[in-house]
């Protein structure tokens, strides 16, 4: 079993439709500005309510410039 470290996290988060709809690729633009960053692990969670939806990319990565 290996253990992922990680010292930084990046949330992605929408709630309209049209912001939902162009969430993965604000994800992709954010990792293609910073290559050096090590991504251990990506969560989505999806969470809603009686009116709203909401959509939450998380990236947890190692930024070795912060050690």
Request: aromatic share 10%; net charge negative; proline share 1%.
């Amino acid at each position: 079993m290996s253990v992922k470290q990680f010292n930084a996290v990046k949330v992605f988060s929408a709630t309209m439709a049209q912001e939902r709809e162009a969430l993965g690729d604000k994800v992709t633009t954010w990792l293609e500005r910073h290559p050096d960053y090590d991504v251990q692990e990506i969560e989505t969670t999806q969470s809603s309510d009686e009116a709203f939806h909401c959509i939450s990319i998380l990236i947890f990565y190692k930024d070795h410039l912060a050690e």
